[in-house]
């Protein structure tokens, strides 16, 4: 079973704030990623990250920031929140380099409404 | 640029019934591919990974296969239950080295018991 945790699970806020969306995995894996999924509609990748100060931007174009300082812990950022980025935001990792077999594990994701 | 398709969008079928998701994908230069299913309001929970070298994957009653020169995967759910109500979504991984995953639209599967 997967160990990789996002919190909050839900937020609500009103426009203008600044939030961060925290994941956490203790699998040790080196790569980890974060998708964005509408309801009902697809998962686009919006960040990823190869390691330890490794950051990347995805195939979908994000306002949101991340950063990757220590292995186990990838947050991301949105500096003003805007009702544009009301959606579900979802953490993956996937396993280490040695083992390769490039397996996802997902978080249970951060369901942000911006009001 | 790698396309993922998932046919039927919706199923619908009594409990007990077998029946078969379909993923297409448009460039067989895949590593692996990987089904997962996602409860409404939930992350995705990884079900199946099968690597390029393979042509099938078994865990319990979900059998998935992969035809590589077809672009192809289908995941087999044998007896299926109320339990296994959920949006099954397929991904592939592309050779190059940055590990992502191009996901499908998913079929959304409702077993009425």
């Known amino acids: 079973e997967a160990d990789i945790y996002q919190t909050p699970r839900y937020l609500v806020i009103g426009t203008g704030k600044k939030i961060t969306l925290e994941c956490s995995q203790t699998?040790?894996?080196?790569?980890m990623y974060w998708y964005q999924q509408d309801p009902g509609m697809e998962l686009h990748l919006i960040h990823y990250s190869y390691g330890v100060n490794s950051t990347e931007k995805g195939d979908l174009s994000s306002e949101s920031t991340v950063s990757r300082i220590r292995t186990e812990h990838f947050p991301l950022t949105l500096e003003s929140a805007r009702p544009s980025h009301t959606s579900q935001y979802l953490c993956a990792s996937s396993d280490p380099g040695t083992a390769n077999t490039g397996e996802l594990f997902f978080g249970e994701g951060s369901r942000l409404t911006v009001l | 640029k790698q396309e993922v398709t998932q046919i039927p969008a919706a199923l619908s079928v009594p409990e007990g019934e077998n029946l078969v998701l379909n993923c297409s994908f448009t460039d067989s230069a895949i590593y692996n591919l990987q089904w997962f299913r996602q409860d409404p309001g939930k992350g995705l929970t990884s079900l199946l990974l099968?690597?390029?070298?393979?042509r099938e994957q078994t865990s319990g009653r979900l059998n998935a296969s992969l035809d590589k020169s077809s672009g192809r995967s289908t995941l087999y759910i044998a007896a299926s239950q109320p339990g296994d109500s959920a949006t099954y979504l397929c991904?592939?991984?592309?050779?190059?080295?940055?590990?992502?995953?191009?996901f499908g639209s998913g079929t959304r599967l409702l077993v009425r018991p």
């Open positions: 991904a592939v991984r592309g050779m190059d080295s940055s590990y992502k995953l191009i």
């Open positions: 099968i690597q390029s070298s393979q």
């Open positions: 699998m040790g894996h080196d790569k």
